[in-house]
């Protein structure tokens, strides 16, 4: 059983910018969330896709975007970067109705310059 | 909405000693608790749960009772080790079906030999 893996591990960006980062969830789940994790803080819920369809957003703005393919992996798109993005990424695959136990990836730690 | 307060670190501890890290919620309904655990270098992984009142989740001698009319989780070990430093963070969700999870803002957990 293949766990959740994020790419790339580490990016540099400068404001302005936009940038992709990919997840690949756990073998036989359905559902991927992303999460932003500021230094020092717990993640936030960024959103939610089942099915290829979003189902269910965090309070963030619409230059975050996500897709989920037919194979589960996932990307997340941040466009219009700004210096307040700088955070670790955090992609976490379930099942519906897994009754809140994800299982996260090691992150995409993104620093906007 | 749904928050998450937790005890602020760093902790230091020796080991062997007893270990107490509180959290407290705000919910509406019937929400789940949890305790995730991120080791230096790894994914944020689950450590425990417990989805109705007075439930206890234990997991590698940690536990935590769902206390309702507290509105606590708050996690204890009686005797930790040094491979027990790591950051922990309480969570909890509210939705079936659409896995969000609130969390706390992380208590940093270091073991002295």
């Known amino acids: 059983e293949t766990g959740v893996t994020q790419s790339p591990t580490h990016l540099i960006k400068t404001r302005g910018q936009q940038v992709t980062l990919r997840c690949s969830s756990q073998s036989g789940h359905n559902t991927v969330s992303w999460y932003q994790q500021a230094l020092g803080q717990g993640p936030q819920f960024i959103f939610q896709y089942y099915r290829e369809e979003e189902n269910g957003r965090g309070n963030f703005p619409p230059r975050f975007s996500g897709l989920q393919f037919p194979n589960y992996s996932s990307e997340l798109n941040v466009n219009a970067l700004e210096l307040d993005d700088s955070a670790l990424y955090l992609c976490?695959?379930?099942?519906?109705?897994?009754?809140?136990?994800?299982?996260f990836g090691e992150g995409s730690r993104l620093t906007v310059l | 909405g749904n928050s998450v307060t937790q005890m602020e670190g760093p902790v230091t501890l020796s080991e062997e000693a007893f270990l107490t890290i509180n959290c407290t919620y705000t919910?509406?309904?019937?929400?789940?608790l949890f305790w995730y655990v991120q080791y230096p270098g790894e994914g944020l992984q689950l450590l425990l749960k417990a989805t109705k009142a007075d439930d206890k989740g234990s997991n590698k001698g940690f536990e935590a009772t769902y206390r309702k009319e507290t509105t606590s989780f708050h996690l204890e070990k009686g005797s930790v080790q040094v491979s027990d430093s790591a950051v922990y963070f309480c969570?909890?969700?509210?939705?079936?079906?659409?896995?969000?999870?609130?969390f706390g803002t992380g208590t940093r957990l270091t073991i002295i030999p």
């Open positions: 976490a695959s379930s099942l519906v109705g897994g009754a809140g136990e994800l299982f």
């Open positions: 969570a909890l969700t509210a939705n079936f079906g659409n896995e969000k999870l609130t």
């Open positions: 919910a509406t309904g019937y929400p789940s």
